[in-house]
């Protein structure tokens, strides 16, 4: 242990390495500018056709709601396309 008041070898930079890492860090949210998020707009939706929908084959690609995985207004049925991880497309016949 150290008596005459130095600073111990593993201590002596940490300081002024962190001011400048919060220094840095700090600029960089200052001069950071948000950009505005784009997506392509919605088609106009069909007021008279409602569905409601339960997806329940995750891994299938395209199929074909059956056993009351659907109601919707239309006489036909339901075809689920898999277009990704969680997302769907979903035709009402």
Known sequence: MQ???RVPRTRRGGTLRG???LAVL????AL???VPAVADPLPDPNP???A????????????RITGGYSAHSGDGDVVVRRTGTGAY???LE
Request: aromatic fraction near 6%; proline fraction near 6%.
């Open 26 to 29: 700090l600029a960089g949210a």
């Open 48 to 50: 008279t056709v409602t």
């Open 32 to 34: 950071a500018r948000p």
């Open 3 to 5: 008596t005459d008041g």
């Open 52 to 63: 409601t929908v339960w997806a329940h084959a995750p891994t299938t690609t395209e199929y």
């Open 89 to 91: 497309t979903l035709m």
């Open 19 to 21: 001011a400048v890492a």
